[in-house]
């Protein structure tokens, strides 16, 4: 039997009522992508240093950043089957300079971020990390959710795997740009599911998190 095909959800995530901090123009320019090849590595431990603004900007930027225009659709820095992009970034803001700490999302369409809940999420996020301690000392956490309906309303149940590897492509670019940056990251996959969705107010269904991806100064 044949699931019938979902229609597809906005692709903009947005909230209107919340503060809204622009972010610096993208435009690092750092190593060779080779060299950022030869050096990446997952790195787990960080010290008590800040990243920089500038430095969390380009980050999302390379996750999921507007790189062009086709046919109405903006294309993104990953690459997404159908130019459908599924994926939504929140970042738990630990130790970001000029930024209050607390849980951001990420607005891809003016490459800006969204405080939608203020605070100190460290322990929260330990827990359900699994006491995973490099998610308490990164600078910035990275939590990659996807509404699979914007794939599946395309694609049928083969959208949960598109989303999928999806993941794969927007991680190996944070890790690149971090590489690239002089900071440390590593994506994580061992997690309480219920308990990060809560934290971002999602329902675990229609969207849910796939992936957490630290990232810290060295």
């Known amino acids: 039997m044949i699931t019938p095909k979902p229609a597809r959800p906005p692709q903009f995530k947005e909230y209107p009522e919340m503060p809204k901090i622009k972010l610096p123009k993208p435009e690092f320019k750092g190593i060779r992508l080779e060299d950022a090849l030869k050096k ?66 990420y607005s891809v369409k003016d490459h800006s971020i969204v405080l939608i809940n203020e605070g100190n999420f460290r322990n929260e996020l330990l827990r359900a990390s699994l006491e995973q301690e490099m998610v308490r000392d990164a600078g910035a956490v990275f939590i990659l959710s996807a509404i699979f309906d914007r794939v599946r309303s395309k694609y049928g149940e083969r959208g949960y795997r598109y989303t999928y590897m999806e ?24 997690f309480i599911d219920d308990h990060i969705n809560k934290l971002i107010g999602i329902d675990g269904k229609k969207e849910a998190v796939i992936a957490i991806h630290p990232v810290g100064r060295p």
């Not at 999302?60 to 659709?73: D, E, N, R, W």
């Open 167 to 190: 993941a794969g492509n927007i991680s190996q670019n944070i890790y690149l740009q971090a590489t690239s940056l002089g900071l440390g990251s590593v994506v994580v996959g061992a």
């Open 40 to 105: 990446r590595r997952s790195i787990r431990e960080y010290s008590k240093k800040p990243i920089t603004l500038t430095e969390l900007s380009q980050l999302l930027f390379s996750a999921q950043g507007v790189t062009g225009k086709m046919h109405g659709t903006l294309l993104r820095t990953a690459p997404s089957a159908g130019a459908l992009y599924p994926f939504e970034i929140y970042v738990f803001v630990n130790n970001v300079e000029t930024l209050k700490n607390g849980i951001y999302h």
